[in-house]
């Protein structure tokens, strides 16, 4: 279950600046009634996918994911929920499909258990993550197989107390990034090297060894919640998070 949301509540109008990211958190675990609503909302491909997830509990999940971020975007586009439409990418990307006015907006979503986060912006394309920190018996076998040598190296080196809180760090960071750029993360979490460790800032190190390319993105710490961490991804460093809880 998702911990008490620690950021601020946002009601009204909203005004998105141009070099603004607006970093929404929304639980998932909502009652019968909103969740109702919600549904009515969703587009028969989202409904069929909805009905297509055995268990009932990532079926309420993913129903109140697409609602509030449906919800959310047309607070800024100024129309229906029911009214928004999305095309996918080949990696499975959500963005605006043809013929929406979207006004420049790009967003991304992302979810664990029964928390959400939804990024806003009209920088360009934005990459979002989050995940509950867990203990897992597998952590330093992913780390030496699918990260980087010297991520491996230095993950190895952790204590175990923190090793968890570096891990998810780790993987936060990567899939915001790769989530920016369209690309599947299966393919690329070895070429794309982060900082992880406890007090470091969130920064993109390498790309595929290239230290320059990196410096191209901006990676930031997201700390919704007790017990999750979070990461954004945008290509420029002047922008300005604002950071809203849903409600």
Known sequence: MAGTIEWPKHSGDLQLA???????????????DPRAAFARTLS????????RFKFEKHRNRFIAGRGVLREILTRYLQIKPEELRFDYS???KPG???GVESGGIHFN????????LIAVTRIGPVGVDVECVREM???DELVERFFSVR???????VAASEKAAAFFNLWTRKEA????TGEGITRSLSLVEVSFLAGEPARLVAVAGDVEKAKEWSLKELAPAAGFVGALAVRNERMKIKVFATG
């Open 137 to 139: 018996k597998d952590m």
């Open 96 to 98: 605006f499909a043809a």
């Open 177 to 180: 990034l790769l989530k920016a």
């Open 90 to 92: 080949a990696n499975g």
């Open 151 to 157: 991520e491996n190296e230095r993950f190895q080196r």
């Open 109 to 116: 979503l992302a979810h664990s258990e029964d928390l959400a």
């Open 44 to 51: 028969p491909d989202e409904t069929a996918r909805a009905q």
């Open 18 to 32: 141009r070099d603004e990211i607006h970093v929404w958190a929304a639980p998932l675990g909502v009652e019968a």
